[in-house]
Structure formats: C-alpha cells, structure tokens
C-alpha cells in the first residue's frame, strides 16, 4: 500500500502485518503516542511512562522500564516502586552491611558484663549498650529487612546485666563504709 506522508509530502510504502489469529491481541499503549522526538514509540512502552520505550524489565517485579526509570542495584536493575520498597525495607546490601548498631549494642553488652562491677566503665558501657540495642531495634521494627535483631537484643540484655552489677557493685561499696 503507497501513502503520502503529511508532513514531507514523499510517498511512503506502508506494510501491514497481521498478527496470529491465536494469540489475544494487546494494543499496547505507546504505539500510538509520539514520543518527544516526533517518531512514533515501538513497543513495548514503560510501565510508567506510556511514552517512552522501555529499555529492560525490572528484576523483581517484570514492569518494563524506560531510561528515566531504570534503577541500576547491586548488579540487578530495579524500577522506581521496586527501588523506593527494598530501600525503605532495608534490603539493600549497602544498607545491611552498612548497619552496625547492632554489634556496636552487643561489643558494649559484653564489655559492661566483662566490667561486672569490678571497672567504674561498666556503668558506661552498660547504658550504651541499651541505648543502641534500642535504638537498633527500633530501626529494624521500621525497616524489616535490616539485619542483626538477635544482636541488638543480645547486647539490651548483657548491658542491662552490666548495669545492674555496677550498681549492686557500688551499692556495696558504699554500704561497706
Ligand atoms: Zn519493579
Ligand atoms: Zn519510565
């Protein structure tokens, strides 16, 4: 079929293929909409941006994704919703091995129990211990995939145990006099 092309007026020779009866045709969004350059998008278009041809698919969810959206990830490619969850789930490996409250809440535990009351430090290293196991604890209730639970509470109980013999420690001391 010959057309004449509206714009440069040349004749354009315009081939159209059927698609297999069998298989359920899906109009796909972009094909009818020009992109920015004027040429019309071939399929198939970014789950997102209608508009734009997509340049792979997400390894985690399968929603084609175009330049804008592509997220590069630890060797994987993420689109933005995919990206936006493992971040805000803590399950990126940057943000795993990048989370150190945990042992730092279990090292003060287990120096402030090392103290026993015998080392003024433990009445340092216990509360310490306490305050980051918390406060690692916490972090890992907001974003689950964050490691290191078990450690956070090991350290809230050994730097609990720590406290309370430097207390009973100086509470001797004292009473002794
Ligand atoms: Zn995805
Ligand atoms: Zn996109």
Redesign the pocket.
């Known amino acids: 079929m010959v057309r004449t092309c509206p714009a440069c007026r040349n004749e354009v020779r315009v081939f159209t293929v059927e698609p297999p009866r069998s298989e359920p045709v899906v109009a796909a969004p972009a094909a009818a909409i020009p992109a920015a350059g004027g040429e019309p998008v071939q399929a198939p278009p ?1 789950a ?2 209608p508009g ?1 041809a997509a340049v792979t698919a997400c390894t985690r969810c399968g929603d084609f ?2 330049n ?2 592509a997220t590069p990830v630890e060797g994987t490619v993420l689109c933005v919703r995919c990206f936006e969850f493992k971040h805000s789930h803590g399950e990126l490996v940057a943000q795993k091995s990048g989370f150190g409250t945990p042992r730092t809440s279990l090292a003060l535990g287990i120096l402030s129990v090392l103290c026993m009351g015998f080392c003024w430090l433990g009445i340092v290293f216990g509360p310490g211990a306490i305050i980051t196991g918390v406060s690692a604890v916490r972090q890992i209730r907001r974003q689950p995939g964050l490691p290191g639970e078990k450690l956070a509470v090991a350290g809230i109980v050994l730097g609990s145990l720590g406290t309370l013999a430097c207390l009973v420690f100086f509470t001797w001391l004292i009473a002794k006099r």
Request: glycine share 0%; hydrophobic share 25%.
């Open positions: 970014c997102r941006h734009n994704v175009c804008v959206c």
